[in-house]
């Protein structure tokens, strides 16, 4: 099976930058659809932005126009530009397996990212 760790996660100024990374390891035999979730406490890990199988790129409302995602072979980067308080909160890679396999969601670990006012 494979694994997914989030690396790039810190402290920023509002109005920063912060560059994301999902390293996903293990023999990936079937199609994986790659995605960015975030998560408060107290509330629901929302989706921030994702990559289809067909490469169809989308993105939540509150982060369109400021964050970037892209994908080089088994890696995921979101690059988070413009940077606000409120974008605070630990971020998680998904991989949704699917195509000729069984459907099933792998998450990584996390990794925060607080964005000072």
């Known amino acids: 099976q494979i694994t997914l760790k989030e690396l790039g996660g810190g402290v920023a100024q509002a109005g920063g930058s912060l560059r994301l990374t999902c390293e996903a390891s293990?023999?990936?035999?079937?199609?994986?659809?790659m995605s960015w979730y975030r998560q408060v406490p107290g509330k629901e890990r929302e989706f921030v932005s994702g990559?289809?199988?067909?490469?169809t790129i989308t993105y939540a409302e509150s982060v369109k126009g400021r964050f970037t995602i892209s994908q080089v072979k088994n890696t995921l980067y979101l690059q988070m530009d413009s940077l606000k308080p409120d974008d605070t909160a630990m971020y998680y890679c998904k991989s949704t397996r699917g195509g000729v396999c069984d459907e099933l969601d792998f998450w990584g670990q996390g990794t925060q990212v607080t964005v000072s006012s």
């Open positions: 293990g023999v990936n035999r079937c199609q994986y659809e």
């Open positions: 990559i289809d199988s067909d490469d």
